[in-house]
């Protein structure tokens, strides 16, 4: 007798959901794209104790029939695609016809559609029939893998599945911005867009004001990619990638290099442990990009995968570099009522009562308002901030050893003495590295201690560095010695960018020229540059200032930490009272 036997329906359904709805925050993604799919203006998702309990999302979209209602959770039944060679035009969020039948064989669902209530129980058809209703689809998701105990056990505290749902909305709202959603979270609203087509003013309500205000806009395109979004100045950065939010076609993915393009993108700007935030949707030809990859469509498939991620690179650090605004210090709205309060008693303590009545009244400043509508004009505003390029900075002075002080047209300028030198000797470098210097002979060669596996490796290793007029040589089993090194190290601690350079190497699994790039090479000369925490004369501080205002990149130093902050006078003035 034959032991192999076809699954029923139901198992099989339920072990699609393993690979659909693994947790709370697939089923909202799941629900959702098939409101966006049917057209939907304004999405409220609602869900208790982090979806474990339940999940409510409703629409304004084009709903269902009866007929179709119930046949949405037939397995492989949509709406979407008809024929094979739709798979390769996708245009809709759903096609694979899987999400419906999987959710409900692992929970309890309501669905309530253009007059019609159907209601299925893990699996089973419990009730359909005519129900009142407006247009729209309203769909309920309860006692979720209550039949699978294993599954449950699985997800982890309300909180953390309640965070990755707003996680997953803050991204549809950000690749949908003319699409009202609403998020609820145990009955406190959580979330909301106005969903008036304005991605700015989205990012304003997932990011704040002041990244909203320095997003620089994304409009760029070659031949089979537009790329359309913000990407935000460098000084506001993430400790994860989370905020590089990535779409294509409007879609959200988890594209890893792609990301890791837009972070090569920031390269020059930011720490190497911090990540941007950026807003960023491909569009491109539905022939270029297969969505087919996996049922939870996380992932897809890219055909001209690498001159995308060029492009991205290129356009974007372009736009950086072009954009790139000095650091202000942030001035928050004054409470008038407090700060009286203060002063008056103040005043009360050291009994000078007469002098009460002149108590200055606070210029009050402009009300920073929540008008969305705001955050464009001051960016207009801010571009012409820009074309301002660097400051005249005048040296008055220096602070504790390592800050230069220095007036200007708008306020106080405190410039980091480090950050500043080491930018503009990164500079230097850069240019004697361009031109290919020659080299000098040390007196005392300089060793290295390494591994025997680098040891190994030495003609690989000078193959690498050739180019840069190092050369390595064997020193017993586990040391390499160099006897002579190029100009532009003249004015570094050849030991240290030596072993830097041997240590990358010997990290890096798959080092080659190309990654071993300049930059690289002039960050670690500059991080081993002679430190210079010492007392400066104002002449010398003066220099300073004045050889980074040749730089062609003067707001940051190579680490992507600010060279100064400006202290406007409007704030000195403010704290003054005056
Ligand atoms: P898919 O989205 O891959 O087609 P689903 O199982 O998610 O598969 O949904 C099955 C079908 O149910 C869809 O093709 C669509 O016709 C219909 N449907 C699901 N949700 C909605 C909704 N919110 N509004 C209108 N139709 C819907
Ligand atoms: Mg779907």
Not at 17 to 24: H, K, L, Q, S
Not at 153 to 181: C, M, Q, R, W
Not at 316 to 327: A, G, N, Q, R, T
């Amino acid at each position: 007798m034959s032991k192999i036997k076809l699954l029923d329906l139901q198992l099989t359904n339920m072990i699609a959901a393993g690979e659909v709805v693994e947790r709370p925050m697939g089923i909202v993604k799941e629900l959702v794209e098939n409101s966006i799919d049917a057209n939907s203006k304004n999405i409220i998702v609602r869900v208790q104790e982090g979806g474990i309990k339940s999940i409510q999302v409703i629409d304004d979209g084009y709903g269902m029939d009866q007929e179709d209602a119930l046949l949405a959770f037939e397995r492989h039944a949509t709406s979407k695609i008809f024929k094979p060679r739709d798979l390769f035009s996708i245009n809709t969020f759903g096609f694979r016809g899987e999400a419906l039948p999987s959710i409900a064989s692992v929970s309890k669902v309501t669905l309530i559609t253009n007059g019609t209530k159907v209601e299925i129980d893990q699996g089973d058809k419990v009730f359909v029939g005519p129900y009142p209703s407006d247009t729209g689809t309203d769909i309920t998701v309860a006692e979720l893998f209550y039949k699978t105990p294993a599954r449950l056990k699985h997800l982890k505290s309300p909180n953390y599945e309640n965070s990755l749902i707003s996680d997953v909305i803050t991204k549809f709202a950000l690749s949908n911005p003319g699409i009202s959603f609403t998020f609820i979270s145990d009955n406190k609203e959580s979330f909301k867009t106005s969903g008036n087509n304005d991605l700015l003013e989205v990012i304003y309500k997932v990011y704040g004001k002041d990244i909203a205000k320095s997003a620089i806009e994304i409009n760029e395109e070659d031949f089979d990619y537009k790329l359309k979004g913000y990407m935000i100045q460098p000084q506001y950065t993430r400790a994860t990638r989370n905020a590089i939010n990535i779409f294509m076609n409007g879609r959200m993915v988890r594209p890893y290099k792609i990301q890791k393009a837009v972070v090569d993108a920031y390269h020059d700007f930011i720490p190497n442990d911090r990540y941007p935030i950026v807003v960023l949707d491909i569009i491109m030809d539905t022939q270029i990009i297969d969505v087919n990859v996996h049922p939870s469509k996380w992932e897809v498939r890219l055909s001209k995968q690498q001159q995308l991620e060029y492009l991205i690179k290129d356009r974007l650090s372009k736009l950086l570099s072009k954009d790139i605004v000095p650091f202000s210090i942030d001035i928050a709205p004054v409470n008038k009522e407090a700060t009286k309060v203060e002063v008056m008693s103040l005043l009360d303590d050291f009994k000078y009562e007469p002098i009460l009545s002149n108590v200055p009244i606070i210029n009050e400043p402009p009300v920073v308002e929540e008008v969305v509508y705001k955050v464009e004009d001051e960016l207009k505003n801010s571009e012409e901030v820009v074309m301002n390029a660097f400051p005249s900075i005048r040296v008055i002075g220096q602070f504790h050893g390592k800050f230069i002080l220095g007036e200007g047209e708008k306020g106080l300028y405190v410039i980091d003495q480090h950050a500043a030198q080491e930018r503009v000797h990164f500079e230097e470098v850069s240019k004697m590295m361009e031109k290919g210097s020659s080299k000098f002979d040390l007196l005392v060669p300089v060793m290295i201690h390494t591994s025997n596996d680098v040891v190994r490796r030495l003609e690989e290793l000078n193959n690498i560095v050739s180019d840069l007029n190092i050369r390595f040589e064997t020193f017993g089993d586990d040391s390499l010695i160099v006897h002579s090194l190029p100009l532009w190290l003249k004015d570094v601690d050849e030991q240290g960018f030596l072993q830097d350079l041997v240590d990358y190497f010997k990290d890096e699994k798959e080092i080659n020229k190309l990654k071993l790039h300049r930059h690289k090479l002039a960050t670690m000369a500059c991080h081993r540059s002679i430190r210079f925490n010492r007392v400066l004369s104002n002449l010398e501080m003066q220099q300073v200032v004045d050889e980074l205002r040749n730089c062609i990149q003067p707001f940051q130093c190579p680490h992507g930490r600010p060279t100064f902050v400006l202290i406007e006078d409007y704030y000195l003035e403010r704290e003054f009272l005056r």
